[in-house]
């Protein structure tokens, strides 16, 4: 862990306390995604700082370990060129930004579906909507994962990947490409099983290539270049 930038060891090791304690006050009977996801605006469990504290929940093991190796893999790289301020700026904004593209989403969803019913069917279950609204809770650093991988796609463009199951390495920038079209896919289709906050992944990648977009102007104004 000693050859992790600051930041980035910093941010796995709380993402990892944060899944812990998550464990730990279940056997409690505390449920901490009740306090720290990031629940629909309109619900009353809605809280501003969920925009933040949604980042360091997951929603399971293969949620989490998926982050954090991805965190580890392209983030270590993005604050070793960018420096930890930089780096922890963009890692914040992208996920806050992810968490209100996600609410713009929930927000059209209900207006447009949710909004002509007082009752909602979970399962045979029947709900009142107050209660649907404080179900619908996004978590995990998925959006500012995804911000990351832009962040590294667009700063080496032809680095290779090998990644699995492709028999042959891709360029950085068609990875992310590919990632991108496959979450707005994803996204559109709208499959109510998916369960997987697809718009929040692109929300992140839009902040990032926004900020990044800012900084090489501003940058190169200085005499700073990027690859």
Known sequence: ???????????????????????????????????????FFLAENFNVAQLITYMFMHGGIMHLLFNMFALWMFGRILEQVWGPKRFLFYYLVCGIGAGLIQEIVQYIHYEIVLSAYDNVDIGGSIISMKEYLNIMTTVGASGAVYAILLGFGMLFPNQPLFIFPLPFPIKAKYFVIIYALIELYSGLANNPNDNVAHFAHLGGMVFGFILIIYWRKKDKGNGFYYN
């Open 1 to 39: 862990m000693n050859t992790i930038p600051t930041i980035t060891k910093n941010l796995l090791i709380i993402n990892v306390l944060a899944f812990l304690a998550t464990i730990v006050a279940k056997t409690y009977g505390i449920d901490l995604t009740r306090y720290l996801g990031l629940h």
